[in-house]
Structures are given as structure tokens and as C-alpha cells.
């Protein structure tokens, strides 16, 4: 690839890697919202054991399952596009 080519894929992926990165942090705040909300379902369940307070924590728990799957799928890309870019960078030293 020519060293210009090979520049400007870099920029590229690079950006890509910082929006990435930055969305991943987000959802990770994100979840920590939904993990807190789906314990506090998961008490009121067991002090009050009504049949709404228990579908209120299962929906909770989905939504946060939901937020764990976003995570690992951000987290994947992010990793994806740090080794895209260190074979971009490996070939335009070499």
C-alpha cells in the first residue's frame, strides 16, 4: 500500500477508534446506572414479593443484560480497530 494510502486509512481508523472509545465509556457509565437500578429492583422484590415489584426487577435485569451486551460489543470493536491500527502503523514504518 502506498505511504499515503496507508496515512490516510490510519487517520481514519484512528477517529473511528476515538469515537469507539468514547461511546464505550459512555455505556459503561450507562451501565452502572442500570446494574444500580436493577439492584434496587431486586431488594424492593424480595422486601415487598409482590408479582409487579418481581416483573419490575426481571425487566430490569433485562435492560441491564441489554447494557452488558452493548459493553462487550463496544469493547470488541475497540479492540478490533487498536490492531488495525497497529498494522497500519507497523507498515508505514516498515
Excluded: N
Excluded at 486509512?9 to 461511546?23: I, P
Excluded at 443484560?65 to 470493536?77: N, P
Aim: proline fraction near 1%.
Amino acid at each position: 500500500m502506498e505511504r499515503q494510502a496507508v496515512e490516510r486509512k490510519l487517520t481514519e481508523v484512528h477517529a473511528r477508534l476515538v469515537k469507539a472509545r468514547q461511546e464505550l465509556s459512555i455505556l459503561e457509565e450507562q451501565l452502572g446506572v442500570f446494574a444500580e437500578t436493577a439492584e434496587e429492583a431486586r431488594l424492593r422484590a424480595l422486601v415487598s414479593e409482590t408479582p409487579l415489584a418481581d416483573q419490575e426487577w426481571h425487566e430490569a435485569r433485562r435492560h441491564e443484560e441489554a447494557m452488558l451486551r452493548s459493553r462487550e460489543s463496544a469493547r470488541q470493536l475497540v479492540s478490533q480497530l487498536e490492531r488495525e491500527q497497529d498494522e497500519l502503523l507497523t507498515r508505514l514504518v516498515v
